[in-house]
């Protein structure tokens, strides 16, 4: 017995051992020049027009979570909100090509979305009521936020095979609400016209040609009813997943100008189901395969689409819902904080993450209402990271990943450092670069790693002289699960839990302040923004 104790004790000091490991990493952060730049509202999120009945694997996540029966008087859903400012929502989803907006001449009666085994996704069309419209337009109006909506794109179309659907789309009912919004004097930032019809579809599909030809009436008209707008809305397509042959023949056919914004959707996790989520998340392999997708949109709009800009319209991390004691949880912000920092890169003006509500994947409770873990990520995000984006080099690990930012409305450089190794402690050191060492307008993961060889002597920071002895700090918000449980639904800002206030009120995020030279590290499993308000940074002013 006495053997067995001394082992068991031996063997627990070795994983201790194991665990430490430290691992020194060195940072070059170009902020001579941007790499590129996101929209100044960058971070987005989704409200979508699922049934309290839909349901996935068993579990029916959403409650009453959707457009149409969201309860918009809620507190915590206002405080939520207005804690950005100005949050980016688009409302849209599959079910968004069967609603049918009860204004105008309908020629059929506008009936709530039921279960229908022969309609698409197990559910008939549905109908927006235009007093939803004015409480939905009013909620808005009263919590900041920019409205992108997701237009009916199948209307008056016919089915011609399984999944492939012709037809020219009929304008009229989309042309009566768009009338009136105007008539109200509701503020829409874009419209967004269908949701998965590109390439193969989502449960249906519309050719390349005919959805060009579609959006060109579309433009038309909202060129004519915007006439005396400015700016007008942009109107963005085709919510879909990226096929390059379909995008590039969309841009093709629809001409100079007319689309504004095209969207893709991503979901690289796979299905909500998948044992092997938090595996894949942590996988530094696996979040990088995405992008291939981001740099070959990018190609598609500067070879034939100039004119507009990429955004990610939806993304979910894993689809269907979402993975339940997954999404909702610490482990799935190393996912959203790595695919805000790669998109980022790649150009991608804006990144609505599906949802704001409602699935498992939801940035808040649908039923509590209170915040996921990755709300006060992505409020985080919002708050930290500038629209201005930054190469940076590294000689670490593909676990830790690097990103860094402008910080947003003021001097300095923010850096974002996601830990994905549950045993090693990247021990880091930052440095600024002259733009003669790497060209900022590659990305920075096709660079050759030889720059870390013109470092320096190792420090935490290098900067211009600041102006007092009281500025040579940094600040520091690590990001850790409760009890060190990466799938517990409570993210601890600094050691202290983020959780609402006694009046339901959101935390104050504060950070920590650090001495400039002390050593900067990140444990393991763990997230860090790092505000460095002196760095030199010439490519931010």
């Not at 601890?492 to 302040?513: Q, R, S, W, Y």
Request: charged residues 20%; glycine residues 10%.
């Amino acid at each position: 017995m006495g053997c067995f104790t001394l082992l068991f004790f031996f063997m627990a000091f070795l994983s201790c051992i194991v665990a430490q490991n430290v691992e020194d990493a060195e940072l070059v952060v170009n902020s001579t020049a941007l790499l590129t730049e996101t929209d100044e509202n960058y971070i987005c999120a989704t409200i979508d027009w699922w049934p309290h009945d839909k349901c996935n694997y068993n579990h029916c996540p959403w409650g009453y979570s959707s457009a149409i029966n969201l309860d918009l008087d809620h507190p915590l859903l206002s405080k939520a909100i207005e804690a950005f400012k100005r949050l980016r929502i688009r409302i849209g989803g599959s079910l968004q090509d069967q609603v049918k907006y009860d204004v105008g001449n309908l020629n059929s009666p506008c009936h709530p979305f039921a279960k229908e085994s022969s309609g698409l996704f197990g559910f008939s069309k549905g109908c927006l009521h235009m007093n939803r419209w004015d409480d939905l337009n009013n909620f808005f109006i009263k919590t900041g936020a920019l409205m992108t909506f997701g237009l009916n794109a199948l209307y008056g179309r016919h089915k011609i095979r399984q999944g492939l659907w012709g037809g020219d789309w009929n304008s009229s009912n989309t042309q009566d609400f768009i009338k009136f919004t105007i008539s109200k004097g509701y503020q829409i930032d874009s419209w967004e016209f269908g949701n998965e019809l590109s390439g193969k579809g989502i449960g249906a599909s519309v050719g390349a040609e005919q959805y060009g030809k579609d959006i060109i009436r579309l433009k038309a008209i909202l060129d004519k009813l915007y006439k005396n707008f400015h700016p007008k809305p942009l109107l963005v397509a085709p919510g879909g997943f990226y096929e390059k042959e379909w995008y590039d023949k969309l841009l093709k056919v629809s001409g100079s100008e007319v689309v504004n914004v095209m969207t893709h959707h991503i979901y690289n996790l796979g299905p909500g189901v998948d044992p092997n989520l938090v595996n894949k998340i942590l996988n530094p392999v696996h979040l990088s395969r995405v992008t291939k997708t981001f740099s070959s949109l990018e190609q598609t709009i500067q070879t034939n689409g100039p004119w507009a800009s990429a955004w990610v319209g939806e993304s979910g991390g894993a689809y269907n819902s979402g993975g339940r004691h997954v999404s909702d949880t610490f482990v799935n912000s190393f996912w959203y904080l790595d695919q805000l920092g790669i998109a980022a890169k790649y150009n991608t003006k804006v990144y609505c993450r599906q949802t704001l509500i409602g699935g498992h994947y939801g940035l808040i409770n649908a039923t509590t209402l209170v915040p996921n873990p990755d709300y006060y990520s992505a409020l985080l995000w919002h708050r930290l990271m500038g629209k201005g984006v930054l190469s940076v080099e590294s000689n670490a690990s593909p676990h830790l990943r690097s990103y860094a930012h402008c910080s947003k409305g003021r001097a300095g450089v923010t850096l974002l450092l996601i830990n994905l190794s549950n045993q090693t402690y990247f021990r880091t050191s930052v440095q600024t670069t002259s733009s003669s060492m790497f060209n900022a307008g590659k990305e920075a993961g096709k660079r050759k790693n030889t720059v870390v060889h013109h470092l320096k002597n190792t420090v935490s920071w290098i900067g211009g002289k600041p102006s007092s002895d009281g500025d040579m700090y940094r600040e520091e918000y690590h990001l850790t699960p409760k009890d060190g449980e990466i799938q517990n639904k409570i993210m601890h800002l600094n050691g202290v839990p983020l959780v609402l206030t006694d009046d339901g009120d959101i935390p104050n995020l504060a950070p920590v302040h650090v001495n400039i030279n002390s050593p900067l590290s990140v444990d393991p499993l763990s997230i860090k923004f790092i505000v460095l308000p002196n760095f030199n940074a010439p490519g931010c002013e």
